[in-house]
Structure formats: C-alpha cells, structure tokens
C-alpha cells in the first residue's frame, strides 16, 4: 500500500498545531482501514486474500445458509453457531457490520411480537445491554457485506485461523525537494502486508440463502 499528501509549506511554517503529527496519524489511520476491507474482501491480488474470498474451497471458510432467499433468520443463525466444532468456541465471535446487528435485534417472535435477542437488560429492565448474540460477543465491522441475497454478512469463529504478515511495516517519508518550486513538501507512507486464511475450520460465515 502506498499513499501520498501534499502539503503547503506555508502550512507547515503557519500551524498552531503539529500539522505534521496529524497528517501521518490521518495516513496510518486510512491505511488500517484499507487493510480492514482487504483483510474481509480482498482477493489476493497485489492485496491480502480476504476472509470471504474462499468459501467452501479447500483454503476457505465454511458456508451455512441462512434459511430465506433474503434475510437473516434465527434457525440460521443458530445453526451457523453450532456449525463451529467446540474446541474453537472459546475465542469465538460474531463479525458483522452494524445494519446486520439492527436486523437481528429486530428479529421477533410470531405470536407473542417479543424481541428475539432482548433489547434491555432482564433484571429490572436497567443497566446496559452486552453485545453478545448467544453467548459470543459481536464486533461491529463495516466492511463485512450488507444483508442481501447470495451475500454473506455474518463472519463468525476464531479469527486466529486468519494469518497476517507484516512484510514492511507503516513508514512515513518526508520529500522536501521533490515539488520544492511549487511551495510544496510530500508526505509519502508506505506499507507492505499479506494476509490469508490458514486454519479455515476455526470459521464459518452465512450465507443470505434457502
């Protein structure tokens, strides 16, 4: 990953602030998002092979569908829980971006109308409610798909099963000649970083599908 800032010198000379300090935490902060969606979507080339890139091949995760051509049902997702052998449940977790969360708080029971997944706390209906979906915690993640059909918004397991490799870690230039007679000094940042499925039975994703 490469990426570059041009900056004026006369706001280098003239900030109240260190703006320099402040472009590289704002380069070093796209960056990690870069390698949140990669790590999920990527497809390998000239970028890390994401979660979701290999499903139900041999290096990939596994599917479990969801039960409906569109949505996201409870036996669906009660399935896809069980769906990890037990000996990778204890740092399990859900992975899902947070339209899917809403969706499963939203899910009720038919003839009572009562919310699946409780919105309040049961004691007394006071104190915050855990984010945990039966019994493993959720982690919120926009770059996991949206809820749609054929799509897989739901990541769950032991994410030690995905391998990540710093090969360079994040380093940040500073090229004061380079645009010297446009006013102008570069901030160039630079990293190099591989990840890949490599244990795929420690996770299982869902898949929008009958």
């Known amino acids: 990953m490469m990426a570059s800032l041009?900056?004026?010198?006369?706001?280098?000379e003239d900030s109240a602030f260190d703006v320099m300090?402040?472009?590289?935490?704002?380069?070093?902060?796209?960056?990690?998002?870069?390698?949140?969606?990669?790590f999920i979507n990527g497809t390998g080339v000239s970028c890390p092979k994401g979660i979701l890139q290999d499903i139900d091949e041999a290096d990939g995760p596994a599917k479990v569908v969801s039960g409906s051509a569109s949505a996201l049902t409870a036996d669906g997702l009660i399935e896809l829980r069980y769906a990890l052998p037990a000996?990778?449940?204890?740092?399990?977790?859900?992975?899902?971006?947070?339209?899917?969360?809403k969706a499963i708080r939203q899910l009720k029971e038919a003839t009572t109308?009562?919310?699946?997944?409780?919105?309040?706390?049961?004691?007394?209906?006071?104190?915050?409610?855990?984010?945990?979906?039966?019994?493993?915690?959720?982690?919120?993640?926009?770059?996991v798909p949206a809820i749609a059909a054929n799509s897989y918004?739901?990541?769950?397991?032991?994410?030690?099963?995905?391998?990540?490799?710093?090969?360079?870690?994040?380093?940040?230039?500073?090229?004061?000649?380079?645009?010297?007679?446009?006013?102008?000094?570069?901030?160039?940042?630079r990293k190099r970083v591989g990840g890949q499925v490599v244990e795929p039975w420690r996770i299982k994703v869902q898949k929008v599908s009958e």
Request: zero cysteines; hydrophobic letters at 45%.
């Open 6 to 12: 041009p900056l004026s010198n006369n706001l280098i």
């Open 21 to 38: 300090g402040v472009s590289s935490d704002l380069l070093a902060e796209a960056f990690a998002l870069g390698e949140d969606d990669m």
């Open 87 to 101: 000996q990778y449940e204890r740092n399990a977790k859900w992975y899902m971006a947070n339209s899917t969360a």
């Open 113 to 143: 109308n009562a919310y699946l997944w409780p919105i309040s706390a049961q004691v007394g209906g006071l104190g915050a409610v855990r984010e945990e979906l039966l019994g493993f915690p959720v982690v919120k993640d926009e770059f």
């Open 153 to 189: 918004p739901i990541i769950f397991g032991d994410l030690m099963g995905y391998m990540i490799v710093d090969r360079v870690g994040f380093s940040l230039q500073r090229l004061s000649e380079l645009y010297a007679e446009t006013n102008i000094t570069l901030l160039l940042a």
